[in-house]
């Protein structure tokens, strides 16, 4: 199975903006959808955004209007936008097979990848 490669993350001060990046080769142009997720130190893991195969977004409430989701398909990469980030968007952020992908995309990838680290400061 290939891995879903996150990246992308660093150290902000509010109001900044970083774009994270998912990428694992064919994962796009397999038509798997994806979800991020992120996880601040102490809570639970929350879904923040999801893209369809098709390329249709849907974003949580609280980054609704601040993040944009994009993709790839030549680079078979999903891109997440952050903008206007406050501290609370701070989190180790995860992408994922979304979950209305096929069921071959949990055959060809593993279901998690490794995380990136979104710091911002006020």
């Known amino acids: 199975q290939e891995e879903l490669v996150a990246s992308g993350g660093g150290s902000v001060q509010a109001g900044e903006s970083l774009r994270l990046s998912c990428t694992a080769p064919g994962f796009l142009t397999n038509d798997c959808g994806m979800d991020w997720y992120r996880q601040a130190a102490g809570k639970q893991r929350e879904w923040v955004s999801s893209i369809t195969p098709v390329g249709y977004t849907g974003y949580a409430a609280s980054v609704k209007g601040r993040f944009t989701l994009s993709q790839d398909k030549a680079k078979d990469t999903v891109y997440l936008q952050m903008s206007s980030l406050k501290p609370e968007d701070t989190a180790t952020y995860f992408c994922?097979?979304?979950?209305?992908?096929?069921?071959?995309?949990?055959?060809?990838?593993?279901?998690w990848g490794q995380g990136t680290q979104v710091t911002v400061s006020s």
């Open positions: 994922k097979i979304g979950a209305n992908s096929g069921a071959w995309c949990y055959d060809l990838f593993k279901e």
